[in-house]
Structure formats: structure tokens, C-alpha cells
């Protein structure tokens, strides 16, 4: 009994040490396939994205496994039924392998963090501790700017969750970090470069507006607990960190517009190269290639339900384009906007939500939109 469950723990581990290193070579051969394109490099993250769906099953939990194999089973019956060419089949599998990209390599910039020891950020939230509405937007500032950052404040914790859930609902709106945003970005062929200045005016009527809600209603019911001296303020940390992520932004804000790359490869890349150069400036760099590693084992199970949710769908969307439903839906959205185009936008919020409410992922409604039809 005990030998029979040994060999189950040991396949269990080589499995997961497969998935990673089947991970690994789907991203490299897109990214170098995305530069150089060959058609042995598409056959090859074509394959490898198959197996990766397979295994991003394996782990994902049960409503994301759920969603995607319906998606694949019905994806491929309709496939199957109208006798589609292999050439769909092909598109469907790489529809969304940028957003896979993204969502598994944007984390490396977390390393440099990680290293920097800017925990120590912590001691300028002392300064405002007797001034809640400063110390309320100077978190939701922080934030918005170091969203993947949920662990260097120390304050009252009422504020730190108001504060939190304002500015990391911002990023949301911004960041090209975050699939959320490239997701759209992405499905309308809009460059970062165009969005990035509309997202940032978003966000900051959204942060004013909740710092607005706090001042007035909030900040009333709030009693501070002194939590220490204010004596190490670590500016200099402040500032790096400041002065890094938006200089990494700035470089991909800029670069894109004169780089022919996808804008996924160009972000994932310009990513990587940074994190490197920053753990080199903080003479860390073997400590970040072990990180890395430590990542690399990591890569499944920690992001199965996202690589599960975005490869399933887009190959649901796909196979879903060439059928007579996305005429359907299609013609639903041309005469929704030809009424008004506010009655189109409220009409896919409220399907968003409302499939969301019920467990249907955003990743999924959006991903898996037939072809053309909210363009």
C-alpha cells in the first residue's frame, strides 16, 4: 500500500515538473516565434498549446475545468459538424496565447520587488497616521502604481481596505499589466499607447471620487491605534520603486508605436529584460534567477484556471465565429447600437455581470465572443 502510494506521489511530481517544462517551451517558442516567424515555430506552440490545455485541466479547480471542457467539447463538436478546415482549428488554439503569455510572465516583475526589501515602506504610512484622508491617498496612490504589491502598508485596517479596494479597482482600469485590460485591448485591436491616457484619466476620477465617499462618510467611523515610532521613513525605497515601475511603463508606452512587435511579446519581454536589470541594480542577480526557478515550478498549479479559462475560450470563440449564432449575435449588437450606443454598452455590462454572478468568468464572456460582433 505504502509502495502503490509512493509511485502515485512520484508520477504526481513528475507531472507537475512536466506541465511546467511543456509551460516553458509554449511561451519561449511564441515569443521567439512571434520574432521570428517560421512555420516550424508555429507547429511547435501549436502542439505545445494543446498539451496545455489538456494539463491546465488537470489542475484547474472545478468550475474552471467545468467551463473549459464544455468549451473544448463543444468546440469541437461544432467543428466537427460543419467540417471546418485545420486552419481554424489553429487559430482557435492560439487565439488567446498573448493574454496566456501575459498572466504568466507579467509575476517575474514581482521578483525585484520580492528582493528589494520595500517592506520597509511600511514606516512612511506612520507620518499620516493622525491624518486619515492623507494617509487615505497616499495608499490609494501607491496602489494604483504597485497593484501586485498587497503586503507593505501598515495602518488602521479599515483604511487600508477602502484605500486597497479603490486603487486596485483603478488598475483595473489602466494597467497593461493586467489581463483585464489587455483582454479588451486585445479583443479591439486598440494600441497600449492610445488607451494608456483615457485608462489613467479613469482611474484618477475613480480614486477621487472614492476619496471623496471616504472624507465625507468614512473617515467619521475610523479610530487609530499608534502602531510605533516614524523615525525610518525610507523615502529613497519610495522613490525607486516610483521611479522604476514608471519608467518600466514609460519605456512600453513609448516603444510600442515604433516596435512592430505584439504588444503581448513587447510587454513580456520588456518585463523580463527589466526585472533582470533591476535585480543587476540591486546586485541580486543570481538571487533573481533563483526566484525565477522557484517560479518556474510554480507555474502550474498557480495559474491552470487562468491558462485554462483564456485557451479554452478562445478556441470556443473561434469555432463559435464561423457558425450562423455570431451572425445572430452580430446582428443583435448592429441594431442595439444603431438604437443607441448606451443601450449596447449597458446591454454587455449587464450580460457580464450577470454571468458573473452565476460563476461564468469575465475571461470567459469576453474571451469567448464570436469574431467581430462588439467592434
Known amino acids: 500500500m505504502l509502495s502503490c502510494l509512493f509511485l502515485f506521489w512520484l508520477g504526481v511530481i513528475h507531472l507537475i515538473r512536466l506541465s511546467n517544462g511543456v509551460m516553458v517551451m509554449l511561451l519561449a517558442a511564441f515569443i521567439i516565434g512571434q520574432l521570428f516567424p517560421h512555420p516550424l515555430l508555429k507547429g511547435m506552440y501549436v502542439c505545445l498549446a494543446a498539451v496545455a490545455v489538456i494539463l491546465s485541466l488537470f489542475y484547474s479547480k472545478f ?18 459538424y460543419q467540417q471546418q478546415p485545420l486552419d481554424i482549428w489553429i487559430e482557435g488554439l492560439t487565439r488567446n496565447l498573448p493574454l496566456v503569455c501575459l498572466i504568466v510572465m ?19 504610512t506612520l507620518r499620516f497616521i493622525q491624518k486619515p484622508q492623507y494617509l487615505y491617498l497616499f495608499i490609494s496612490g501607491l496602489f494604483s502604481l ?57 482611474s484618477f476620477f475613480q480614486i477621487l471620487t472614492a476619496y471623496v465617499l471616504f472624507r465625507c462618510i468614512e473617515m467619521r467611523k475610523i479610530h487609530f491605534v499608534p502602531l510605533g515610532s516614524a523615525a525610518d521613513l525610507h523615502v529613497k525605497k519610495l522613490v525607486e520603486l516610483f521611479a522604476v515601475l514608471l519608467l518600466l511603463t514609460g519605456l512600453i508606452f513609448l516603444s510600442e508605436p515604433l516596435i512592430p512587435l505584439s504588444i503581448s511579446v513587447l510587454i513580456s519581454f520588456t518585463v523580463f529584460l527589466f526585472a533582470l536589470c533591476w535585480t543587476a541594480y540591486l546586485k541580486l542577480p543570481k538571487h533573481f534567477f533563483k526566484e525565477l526557478n522557484d517560479y518556474r515550478k510554480v507555474i502550474f498549479p498557480s ?5 485554462n479559462l483564456l485557451l479554452t475560450a478562445g478556441f470556443f470563440s473561434v469555432v463559435l465565429s464561423k457558425t450562423p449564432i455570431a451572425h445572430a449575435i452580430h446582428h443583435v449588437c448592429v441594431e442595439l447600437a444603431d438604437i443607441y450606443v448606451f443601450l449596447l454598452i449597458v446591454a454587455t455590462m449587464t450580460m457580464i455581470a450577470l454571468l458573473s ?19
Open 146 to 202: 504597485i497593484g501586485p504589491i498587497t503586503n507593505i502598508v501598515q495602518a488602521a485596517p479599515s483604511i487600508v481596505g477602502q484605500s486597497l479596494y479603490s486603487s486596485m479597482t483603478s488598475v483595473h482600469t489602466w494597467s497593461p499589466y493586467f489581463a483585464s485590460v489587455f483582454l479588451v485591448v486585445y479583443s479591439l485591436n486598440i494600441p497600449i499607447y492610445q488607451y494608456l491616457p483615457y485608462g489613467l484619466l479613469l
Open 63 to 80: 468550475l474552471p475545468r467545468v467551463f473549459g471542457t464544455v468549451m473544448i467539447l463543444s468546440g469541437s463538436a461544432v467543428f466537427l
Open 357 to 375: 454572478f452565476i460563476g461564468v468568468h469575465q475571461i470567459v464572456t469576453i474571451s469567448a465572443h464570436p469574431g467581430d460582433c462588439f467592434v
Open 106 to 124: 507579467v509575476p517575474v516583475l514581482g521578483i525585484p520587488i520580492g528582493l528589494g526589501n520595500y517592506q520597509t515602506l511600511a514606516g512612511i
Open 303 to 307: 495559474r491552470a484556471n487562468e491558462v
